[in-house]
């Protein structure tokens, strides 16, 4: 796993989705389907931003761009500087 998708786990399922086993959260699991609203999408969105020191375009949010934590860590290294 790497560091973004391992750190993007820790705040997602530390304070956004309640997982019973959070072992067996896994990355392509559905985190909408999970729990995560749409404060919870935007408050992991400032995470993001300020963690992995990256502007994530408002024109890119869309709920399949954080469906995953896969898919999330893509997104942002996608915009890393």
Avoid: Q
């Avoid at 959070?22 to 919870?40: I, K, Q, R, T, V």
């Avoid at 993001?48 to 954080?66: G, K, N, Q, Y």
């Avoid at 995953?68 to 997104?75: A, G, Y």
């Amino acid at each position: 796993m790497n560091d973004i998708k391992s750190r993007l786990r820790d705040f997602v399922l530390g304070e956004l989705v309640y997982c019973e086993d959070p072992d067996a959260f896994g990355d392509d699991d559905d985190l909408l389907e999970a729990g995560l609203d749409s404060l919870g999408i935007m408050r992991l969105i400032m995470f993001a931003e300020r963690e992995f020191d990256v502007t994530l375009p408002d024109t890119d949010i869309e709920p399949d761009t954080v469906r995953t934590l896969e898919r999330l860590s893509r997104w942002i290294e996608a915009h890393r500087r």
